[in-house]
């Protein structure tokens, strides 16, 4: 079966950022090639990483936002990078308060031109009369990336729609080419294939479910049904109290609503656990307090995951951490699912489960946080050879201090080029509110600390209270 458009891998003087477009070192090869990468903005052959910061205090506006990007190489990512906000040149807009430019991320490419392009999403951007409307930029990815964009066109535009408040990239129609999905709290815009430098791409549906409609707050993409069209789960609150998250399928001419679940709300991922070529999913619910439901977890949060199959997805299997095999304990307020990323660490063929607990106790440390990392097996999750990682782990950089919030953003791609997933782990709130990023290598026997490498925010340039991690390129 042919890969998904955008997959996660199976196999798979520094400035300060307040304003204009900077690289610390080359940003590209000697001769680029055409990228086969999702999320190799240079052309080099090597992922690449968006993290971002839309809190970040940008020309004195508070929470304008910022992204950075961080550039791989054959032994992972660098610290060489390129700082965005709305005041760096090519960028459209100007940085204002609540802006939270950097609030959502993607990648793929979207003109077809061989290197992956970055979307990124303010959800509070003014324009022109209406608050909070929100907006999406494209920036294009090339040898010299970044140096120019465009923005989505948004159709009956209204205030605090939160246009944008999460991107996902994904061929939704089976035509080799790559859509653009934009979330709102109550729809779906879909951009089509075709996209061009120097134009505005206009909507070519919405998708929502009126009467019925969830409030969406994240996306997910992956192939479920195994036809090789990428499929779109949504994520959200129902407004009754209840979490749900909606699974569009893609198929020629568009992609279509064909099933709802009762879970999700904070975090979504989708990949194949169990290795049987359609992709399974997890969502998360952080505090399910605030909901009428069943809550196995005491207030810590749980995860569900749904196998994937031709008909969609099957029955959930419920994990938190008073379940079989699973370290630490259920206590309130662990925010045990903050983040989850499914993704092949091992490169066994079945995809490994990582679930983020920001708000994690750890000994007498309130919000240290940390992930609990899952093997993949014929028969889903496994409940075997769980493995927790916090700062404290041997050979993860730092120290585990209160407030921290590690475990805020997961993702799982291979950085280092060895065919095995790695996982890029953020800490939002680390040394005071800076915030960091940390990348722990895939190994055939697992996950441990060993190799692990943090990227500081400091090593990015960013100020006291940047919130570098808050958001992750999905």
């Known amino acids: 079966m042919a890969l998904p458009f955008r997959t996660v891998v199976a196999t798979a003087a520094v400035t300060a950022l307040t304003g204009g477009l900077f690289a610390v070192g080359p940003v590209t090869s000697a001769s680029a090639a055409p990228a086969q990468l999702a999320d190799d903005f240079n052309g080099d052959g090597h992922r690449d990483i968006a993290v971002g910061a839309p809190y970040k205090s940008v020309n004195g506006a508070a929470a304008a936002g910022g992204v950075v990007v961080a550039f791989g190489a054959s032994d992972g990512l660098t610290t060489r990078k390129v700082a965005l906000t709305q005041s760096s040149a090519g960028v459209p807009g100007t940085p204002e308060d609540s802006d939270h430019f950097g609030i959502s991320i993607a990648s793929g490419d979207l003109d077809g031109d061989g290197y992956a392009d970055l979307v990124v999403g303010a959800d509070g951007e003014d324009v022109d009369t209406y608050e909070g409307q ?45 859509d653009l999905a934009v979330i709102e709290p109550g729809a779906v815009v879909v951009y089509g294939g075709g ?33 090789d069209k990428d499929d779109l789960a949504v994520t959200g609150d129902a407004g009754t109290g209840r979490p749900g998250t909606d699974i569009f399928t893609g198929q020629e001419g568009r992609p279509s ?21 359609f992709d399974d999913m997890a969502t998360s619910l952080t505090w399910p307090d605030f909901f009428s439901v069943d809550d196995p977890s005491n207030g810590s949060g749980y995860v569900t995951v749904r196998l994937g199959s031709p008909t969609g997805f099957g029955d959930p299997v419920t994990l938190h951490q008073n379940s079989t095999g699973v370290p630490g304990a259920n206590e309130d307020g662990d925010n045990w699912g903050a983040s989850v990323a499914i993704g092949d660490i091992t490169g066994d063929g079945k995809a490994e489960l990582v679930v983020g607990a920001n708000g994690e106790q750890l000994g007498d440390l309130d919000n240290a946080g940390d992930v609990t990392v899952f093997r993949g097996s014929a028969s889903g999750v496994s409940q075997s050879a769980v493995v927790r990682i916090s700062q404290d782990t041997a050979g993860v950089p730092g120290a585990a201090e209160a407030g921290d919030l590690f475990g805020a953003q997961v993702r799982i791609a291979d950085y280092d080029d060895n065919g095995k997933g790695d996982l890029a782990v953020t800490a939002s709130f680390e040394n005071n509110r800076s915030g960091g990023l940390w990348t722990l290598p895939g190994t055939s026997s697992g996950l441990t600390g060993s190799g692990s490498k943090s990227l500081s925010s400091a090593e990015f340039g960013l100020a006291s209270g940047s919130r570098f991690g808050e958001s992750l390129l999905d």
Do not use: C
């Not at 609503?257 to 070529?277: C, K, S």
């Open 134 to 178: 929100g907006s999406v930029t494209i920036l294009w990815g090339g040898a010299e990336p970044f140096t120019s964009s465009t923005t989505t066109t948004v159709e009956n535009p209204q205030q605090w729609q939160s246009h944008g408040y999460d991107v996902a990239v994904g061929d939704f129609t089976g035509d080799s080419g790559a």
């Open 195 to 227: 996209f061009a430098r120097g134009s505005k791409p206009a909507p070519t549906y919405t998708m929502s479910v009126p009467g019925a409609g969830l409030r969406y707050s994240e996306a997910a993409v992956g192939d479920v049904n195994g036809d």
């Open 257 to 277: 609503r064909t099933q709802r679940v009762d879970d999700g709300n904070t975090a979504l991922a989708l990949g194949d656990i169990n290795g049987d070529g």
